[in-house]
């Protein structure tokens, strides 16, 4: 009987697992935990709307996913699409960046493969989610390889939950970020590796990890062609990579030469040629227009104000507005704390690895401050940086409790080990309330990381999850109620025009017509063609009777605009109305803002310009609402959306007609009437 | 130009009718025309007289051939009183028929009679004809706000080869708005109901057209295509999906559309559009959904009790005439309530058609997903259809599954019967599928250990690759070093209890003889230890742990001493026959030390380990 417990814990022993093992056990749990986390967080939309493609380009993205599922790479690579930028067209197979589809088809295919009858919709819904578990787990090691696995464990888990990246990675935002915030990140962790390896394999990853980043988001090489060697924007990594050249070639000399004044001698006359020959080959360049001056997207993330002068068609894109301080605080909460601590332990521990993320975070900090989207990118560096300090933090005030606690227990022994003697360094020259200090730090970081849960969860699920497709309001009894109108309206486009109608809508709009309606449209989200959208611009802000030639010059069967009079939705064509005449104005002279405007306020009431009054635009959105009551106790033709009564109620149409009006009258489309100047020939004929 | 076609076919029919063609004799027929919707069902009752010489078994049955081209379900009855209807459970079988020597434009069919009719015998049975698309709108374009009129044609006489005797008609129409109807001889009007006859005695093929046009702003429901996927799971569910392609099949809309009228006058609610279908489902159906290509339909609601299901879905606009749509609907259902076994076989019994309520389908293909492995499949249908066979390769399938594939065109809600699909399937199939995934993920595990146990460098001579390997070899040295000295500690641990239980029992001599067996034991481990220990310090890659290692050997040789010595001392003590507490106070010293020296070790073990 008595040997029975000791040989029972002698088993409960040959279980327990050493620490080394408990550790990797943790570890491995908390990133499996933390990869299924990322990617059931980015589950609200599908379970607050449904599982859907969010958005804009990612109907776009979706369309041309299917077409490559449905016809094979090669027709992809050589799709014309006749049924955007009519009569124009899109040689879409050569001016996209084919990495998500690529992506997104493979997934399909090795699913198939398996058997596991999927429909590339659910693919493409939960491809970014997918991605941004892969993110975490990049994370992890990235973090790994710049400070240690704690702060790998934390980046993971922060960058999982972070609403900057949530932004553009809830299933259904099947965009290009998606997959290329993970191929950055990817990209940059295995050049660290490769950096600190040396290895050969590592680098050879990193080339091809940019390879895919790039043809996921941006310089894919079809299209891109001599870019990089031609445009402005790229001068500066030519330079870098030139003087590279340079300096690697002059260690080679110094090794070649014993003597270090002649190679003073010849550093100086290397180095002075060098920068002339450069000097030269740029100036020639730029005289000669062989290198092309910056763009202005380029010059718009210098000087945030350039767009808005220059280039209104960027300017009127709202992801391109420079960052408020509230958004970088809804998008990084606590890490907008913790990146700057997170720089001073970097600071404090340099190494290429450090020196990389510091770089990367402070000019990626820098270039969210100019545009919104592009908090996307610093999200990464943000978190990792964050990371570093939370986790070194933590780190420091653990071993201060644990040694502590171990002195307690072996009572006046004599510490031992290496570890040890830095703890009793720090014992010996600790206060009393140390101990206590460090509980109350401790519990202070735990208090904040939770405050985080809980701010970036109410974020995904309030503000980042909605389809924007799909518009969901509070009913008057605290109900949801949900305006389904795009749908509405585009599947009525779909089922109940000719199959070769051409609908003309303002840009935004372009994609979900095609992906969704299947009808042609005028223009489009790929804003490539300025002139084509400036004319539209032009259309409608002309009269009915001037824009009815452009209407018809363009071939245009159907009209199609947003009005959120009655609801009070505020993202509609009203709205962004200025900016139609803006972009036509700036094509076209004839369009001039101030005609739009009274005393420079713009307005749509009885005060509103008369040219506002009565062109395209207003008619259009307008059409029958002077007869509506949209809110309890105030006039018909109340707008909800501007909280004015309109000014123009007796809207007459000559050339168009209401075909369709969704149950909310958000998208309101009109048929082109045939020209009728030929009555008689008609009476004749067919009377 | 369709009327007039019809009038004209009429008239030549009634010119042409040769006398008597048969000898029996129609001696009653009331006809029922329903107008109630867009499908029109006549319902006749006639009462056969055999006036000739021989017993007759068949009745020929006639409709004008344009009519025919619309009739899309026909059956035969028993006359029963207040049956409307009702899908008898007995009823007659019809077959198209040509006879010799009739007039041509019309459509023959022959309904065969439970019994032959003997000579002067009469028998009275009930007819149902359901036609579609016989109503014309007229005017054929309509506002939105309009009310959608159509017209009606059909001969005031039974058309029929045979004398019909006495005879009555009546149109049931859904509103008592009447624009306009023929007058005959004895025609009447009752609120929605339009009566004709009694016509007495008249000749074979005798007809009378008649044209009525009424309000009917009933929905016209027409699916030009329903494509219904039954997929059976014997994990317990039967899957139904059904694809619709709707339109609206009245008055073409015309002029502009608004959304402000029907808004604003609630009266006025777009008389003739489809705002909403309701399908009833069967009982129990769970797992509803209703979307369409781009997504979810948000409106749409489930009612339902043990009894039925109502499912009420609008589609996403109001449908004016002419105008489409298409969407899908999809449930499941408990495997009980639908899979049977009989002889051995299992068969499926489900309803063949739309569960949509009025509704008229152009074209139905119903396909029959039966679960992979099912062989020996056979159709029971109530109806002629085309059918064929096709594989459906669908989740973790191999071979693909069999599906049986139905076609039948021009469908009316009187087709919604039950049919049967009988097949084999072994039940151990059904393991497949489970065993795969099982399978799958243990080959995926398996390829983990494999990947990572197997050497996959390339060069097997690189400095890099040979220090790793020497490094894996120290590695398992210290792990070796590690258990000994775990062991050492063990039989000190002995000694220790040895001590305990002289102090207790005072027997000194069993604590010398555990003692000694310490000390073999312990001399074989330092044994053990010796060639690692040099093979250690040989080893270039163990230089920087082998300080820490041979501390560890050191200080645990130290250890040992001094437990030797406080054994030592203790016995020596007991010998002696010293007081209790003298031996505490001897002890007490070196069992300082021990514990500091063995503090020491356990930190200098767990470094080790985490190596």
Known sequence: ?687 | MGISRFVLLVFTISMLASPALSDLVLSKVDRRIYLTSHIVRISSTLEVENAGPETVSKVLLAFPDLQAQNLAYLMASPHEAKAKFKVSVVSFPIDVVKPEDMPPGVTFYSVSLPQGLTVGASFTFDVLAVFTHALRPMPEQIGQADIQLVLYQDSAYYLSPYVVKVQSLSLKLPDSRIESYTTLESTKVQGSEIKYGPYENLPAFSSSPITVHFQNNLPFTIAQELVREIEISHWGNVLVTEHYKLIHGGAQSKGEFSRLEPQARENVQDPSAIRYLVAHLPPRAHSVYYRDAIGNISTSHLRGDSKKAELLIEPRYPMFGGWRTAFTIGYGLPLQDCLYESEGRRFLNITFSSPVIELVIDTLIVKVVLPEGSSDISVAAPFFMKQWQETKISHLDIVGRPVVVLEKTNLVPEHNQYFQVYYKFNRLSMLREPLMLISGIFLFFVACIVYMHADTSISKFSASYLAKQQWEEVRVAIQHVHNIICQCLATHDKLEASLRDLSRTGEVQACKAARKSTDGLLKELSKELKPLMTFLQSSPSAVQVLSKVEELVAKERELLEKLMAKHSTAVEAYDKKSGARDIESRIALQQQKITALRQEVDDLLEFIDEI
């Open chain 1, 1 to 687: 009987m008595a040997t029975m417990p000791a040989s029972a814990s002698d088993l409960l022993k040959s279980f327990k697992l050493k620490t080394k093992q408990q550790e990797l056990l943790i570890r491995v749990s908390i990133l499996c935990l933390v990869y299924i986390l990322a990617f059931i967080t980015r589950l609200f939309s599908v379970l607050r709307y449904e599982s859907m493609i969010h958005e804009f380009d990612p109907y776009f993205n979706y369309r041309t996913t299917l077409y490559l599922t449905e016809n094979g790479f090669y027709d992809f690579w050589n799709w014309f699409d006749y049924e955007s930028w009519y009569p124009l067209g899109r040689i879409v197979g050569g001016t996209l960046y084919p990495g998500l589809m690529v992506t997104a088809v493979l997934i399909y295919r090795i699913l198939r493969f398996l058997r596991f009858a999927v429909h590339i919709r659910e693919v493409c819904v939960l491809t970014a989610p997918f991605f941004a578990s892969n993110t975490t787990l990049v994370a992890y090691f990235f973090g790994k390889e710049i400070w240690d696995s704690g702060a790998g464990l934390v980046a993971a888990i922060l960058i999982a939950i972070c609403p900057g990246y949530i932004s553009r990675s809830v299933a259904g935002s099947y965009d290009n970020e998606g997959v290329a915030i993970f191929a950055l990140l990817f990209t940059f962790y295995v050049f660290v590796k490769a950096v600190n390896t040396g290895s050969l394999a590592w680098s050879l990853a990193s080339a091809f990890g940019y390879f895919y980043m790039v043809s996921a988001w941006g310089g894919y090489i079809r299209f891109v062609g001599f870019q990089h060697v031609q445009s402005g924007e790229h001068m500066a990594a030519m330079g870098v990579f030139f003087l590279m050249q340079v300096f690697y070639f002059l260690d080679w000399v110094k090794h070649m030469l014993s003597d270090t004044k002649l190679f003073q001698a010849f550093l100086r006359i290397t180095v002075t040629c060098a920068v002339a020959v450069g000097g030269i080959a740029l100036g020639l360049g730029m005289v000669s227009g062989y290198i092309s001056p910056w763009t202005g997207r380029f010059y718009s993330l210098l000087d945030p104000t350039y767009a808005k002068d220059h280039i209104p068609i960027i300017a009127s894109v709202s992801e391109h507005q420079p960052t408020a301080w509230s958004s970088f605080m809804f998008d990084f909460h606590i890490l907008l704390f913790l990146f700057p601590a997170g720089l001073y332990f970097c600071f404090k521990r340099l190494s290429d690895a450090t020196i990389f993320i510091v770089m990367y975070g402070l000019t990626s900090m820098y270039f969210a401050g100019v545009m919104v989207r592009l908090i996307l990118v610093a999200t990464p560096a943000v978190c990792l940086i964050s990371a570093i300090a939370v986790s070194a933090t933590v780190k420091n005030l653990t071993v201060l409790l644990r040694s502590k606690n171990k002195v307690v227990q072996t009572g006046s022994t004599k510490g031992s080990g290496g570890s040890k003697s830095s703890s009793k360094a720090l014992l010996d020259q600790s206060q009393p309330f140390q101990k206590n200090g460090a509980i109350a730090l401790l519990f202070g970081a735990f208090y904040l990381l939770s405050r985080y849960a809980t701010h970036c969860t109410w974020v995904t699920s309030e503000a980042y999850s909605s389809p924007s497709i799909v518009l969901a309001a509070r009913g008057a009894h605290g109900n949801r109620v949900i305006f389904d109108d795009y749908r509405e309206a585009y599947f009525w486009l779909r089922q109940n025009t000719p199959q070769d109608a051409k609908v003309m809508s303002w840009w935004d709009y372009g994609y979900q017509i095609t992906a969704m309606g299947n009808r042609t449209v005028i223009v489009d989200n790929n804003t490539w063609n300025n002139t084509h959208i400036a004319t539209v611009g032009r259309a409608m802000s002309s009269y009915e009777d001037e824009a009815i030639e452009i209407i018809r010059s363009l071939d245009v069967d159907y009209v199609l605009v947003v009005f959120g009079g009655v609801t009070g939705y505020s993202s509609d064509d009203i709205n962004k109305f200025l900016w139609m005449v803006r972009i036509g104005g700036g094509v076209f002279p004839v369009i001039k803002e101030p005609d739009y405007l009274v005393n420079g306020e713009y307005r749509v009431d009885k005060g509103a310009a008369p040219k506002m009054l009565n062109c395209l635009m207003y008619k259009l959105c307008y059409y029958r609402f002077g007869e509506m009551l949209t809110e309890y106790g105030k006039p018909p033709g109340y707008d909800r959306a501007r909280g004015v009564e309109i000014g123009n109620k007796d809207v007459k149409l000559e050339h168009l007609e209401e075909a369709f009006t969704t149950s909310n009258w958000i998208v309101r489309i009109y048929r082109v009437k045939p020209p009728n100047n030929r009555w008689w020939l008609n009476r004749y004929k067919f009377g």
